[in-house]
């Protein structure tokens, strides 16, 4: 193991099948090893995807509105075309793009209705009209974009930010160049050496835990961020309420 570097997945899974004192110190892990660990290691991918704070990144994705009263489909040839499957909004707005001619089109935040009750109590479900909020329906394969009020056709562009989940894809082989930031690796060994030691019924290691809780720390401070604190619309009554000084104004 002498000058390894931590470059493709089968670099990642050999350190930790050895530091997991599944495999000896130099050794080369079994085929059957190799291909096991390989699968818990897309596995815990899988798991990373959904969550915020292990995705290091945005993006936006959009669609011009055509004036139905009807959900835009998200995800692989809908809508709004994206790789994967989008779990949930992290942010919404729409922008007007007639009459006003690029550069100074305006955008306006969309509020985010966060479950299916909540676009029930809709009354007027196909009103069309200026936009106010949205809903994203997490359906298989396609996820669902519900907008309120219906956009007029041409007149506006629904803009929604997403996880780039993409970024976290299963690996595909194990000699796969990792393409990620480099946190990741340390990450990606440290998990992988704890989860190999639970599948392989191996005792806890408080060491190899602390330094696992650690890495995680150093991901989470890296890729967090933490919008600015808005009160509802409904509980503010009067002017705009200022969370630093805790005010209307």
């Not at 029930?120 to 009020?149: E, G």
């Not at 030691?197 to 806890?204: G, I, S």
Request: net charge neutral; glycine share 4%; charged share 15%.
């Amino acid at each position: 193991m002498a000058g390894l570097t931590l470059t493709t997945p089968e670099d990642i899974l050999t350190l930790a099948l050895a530091d997991a004192n599944i495999i000896g110190q130099g050794a080369t892990a079994s085929s059957w090893d190799m291909n096991n660990a390989f699968i818990r290691l897309n596995l815990m991918l899988t798991e990373w995807k959904n969550k915020r704070w292990l995705v290091y990144h945005n993006i936006l994705g959009s669609k011009v509105s055509d004036g139905r009263t009807t959900a835009y489909t998200v995800g692989p040839s809908g809508d709004i075309n994206l790789s994967y499957r989008p779990d949930k909004l992290e942010a919404a707005f729409f922008r007007q793009i007639i009459p006003t001619a690029a550069p100074n089109q305006f955008d306006t935040p969309l509020d985010i209705l966060q479950s299916y009750e909540d676009w029930a109590q809709i009354t007027m479900k196909q009103l069309t009209s200026f936009p106010n909020c949205c809903f994203l329906d997490s359906a298989w394969p396609l996820a669902n974009l519900y907008v309120w009020p219906w956009p007029q056709a041409t007149i506006y562009e629904i803009f929604i930010v997403l996880k780039d989940t993409a970024a976290l894809n299963a690996f595909t082989s194990l000699s796969q160049t990792i393409a990620l930031p480099d946190p990741y690796f340390s990450a990606l060994h440290l998990n992988m050496v704890q989860r190999l030691r639970a599948v392989y019924q191996l005792e806890p290691n408080p060491t190899i835990d602390g330094l696992v809780r650690n890495v995680n720390q150093t991901l989470r401070g890296s890729n967090a961020q933490i919008a600015r604190l808005y009160m509802p619309r409904e509980l503010v009554r009067r002017g705009v309420y200022n969370p630093y000084s805790d005010q209307v104004q």
